[in-house]
């Protein structure tokens, strides 16, 4: 059995907005599904360096100086859904740093599960959007390919990923694997969207009908992601790891339980392919027990 590297910190707190759906409130919960025992390592932030090979410098800059504008003990919003406080330049860097450690230590060996906020799929190389600052997943991904020469990254958030979609749409290095209830915000995610240019087929988008159950993921799975993924061969396989997809979630139409989080984590690590996980979405009650069962599940490879 391998012990699953759990990075958190204390720090996320910084970048709150009390009764915000993504608030600090909801990553304590989530924490709270950890198993007792579990190696909790602290995180660091990613680099202007790291960032910018997903983001230009001008979106940087705007974070950065309409973080520092921000009053002490206030947020405020730069979209309809997405807050910034005084401290979240640097909680968001904290974040994206975070998956590029958990993308390392899962290719060294361990599998790693990045508790982490702000979370980051829905934003682009130059956008904010549905919570996100900067896109940790494709940070991670970009900084990965540094050692090895392909990624895939699937991302089971009930919303589609359109931020991270778009930032790889036309490379070959990147596997972009989507299975998301279709018709939800932002919108994006059609079975159409398969990539630009050299990234022609490396996009696989699974929209699937409100109220569906792991029959329907599990189709998903075995029949489309971890074919496509095994043919790929990537060094590395990064989850988007959004708990949103359960049914008792309250921004979702799912029908999966905690359980079937395992189900879905345990198909990814019976692959053999190194596994780095990064929490995206997910807000209703059972969402620390399903925290705990994917970390069950990946300690039995």
């Given at each position: 059995m391998s012990a699953v590297n759990i990075i958190t910190g204390d720090l996320f707190r910084l970048h709150d907005c009390p009764g915000h759906p993504e608030s600090q409130d909801r990553l304590?919960?989530?924490?709270?599904?950890?198993?007792?025992?579990?190696?909790?390592?602290?995180?660091?932030?990613?680099?202007?360096?790291?960032?910018?090979?997903?983001?230009?410098?001008?979106?940087?800059?705007l974070i950065r100086n309409r973080s520092a504008a921000v009053p002490e003990y206030r947020c405020q919003f730069m979209d309809p859904d997405t807050y910034i406080t005084c401290h979240s330049y640097e909680i968001a860097r904290y974040a994206a740093g975070a998956g590029i450690q958990a993308a390392r230590m899962a290719w060294e060996g361990n599998p790693t599960f990045a508790l982490v906020r702000p979370p980051g799929h829905h934003a682009?190389?130059?956008?904010?959007?549905?919570?996100?600052?900067?896109?940790?997943?494709?940070?991670?991904?970009?900084?990965?390919?540094?050692?090895?020469?392909?990624?895939?990254?699937?991302?089971?958030?009930?919303?589609?990923?359109?931020?991270?979609?778009?930032?790889f749409y036309s490379s070959d290095c990147v596997l972009y694997c989507s299975v998301h209830q279709e018709f939800l915000f932002p919108g994006t995610g059609l079975r159409e969207e398969r990539g630009a240019g050299e990234g022609i087929g490396f996009t696989l988008n699974a929209p699937l009908p409100a109220g569906s159950s792991l029959a329907g993921y599990r189709k998903?799975?075995?029949?489309?992601?971890?074919?496509?993924?095994?043919?790929?061969?990537?060094?590395?396989?990064?989850?988007?790891?959004?708990?949103?997809?359960?049914?008792?979630?309250?921004?979702?139409?799912?029908?999966?339980?905690?359980?079937?989080?395992?189900?879905?984590?345990?198909?990814?690590?019976?692959?053999?392919?190194?596994?780095?996980?990064?929490?995206?979405?997910?807000?209703?009650?059972?969402?620390?027990?399903a925290i705990g069962v994917i970390i069950h599940a990946l300690e039995g490879f």
């Open positions: 304590v919960h989530a924490c709270s599904g950890i198993p007792e025992g579990s190696p909790v390592v602290e995180p660091v932030p990613a680099g202007r360096d790291d960032l910018l090979r997903v983001h230009t410098p001008a979106y940087i800059d682009g190389a130059s956008s904010h959007l549905g919570f996100c600052i900067f896109n940790n997943a494709a940070v991670a991904a970009a900084s990965a390919l540094r050692y090895v020469d392909r990624v895939a990254i699937v991302d089971w958030d009930v919303h589609h990923g359109n931020g991270t979609q778009d930032i998903v799975f075995l029949k489309c992601f971890l074919p496509a993924v095994k043919e790929f061969d990537p060094g590395l396989i990064i989850v988007s790891a959004g708990q949103d997809c359960l049914a008792d979630d309250p921004l979702g139409s799912m029908a999966l339980c905690p359980e079937d989080l395992g189900t879905l984590a345990s198909y990814l690590a019976g692959t053999g392919i190194p596994l780095a996980l990064l929490l995206e979405g997910g807000y209703g009650p059972s969402h620390s027990a």
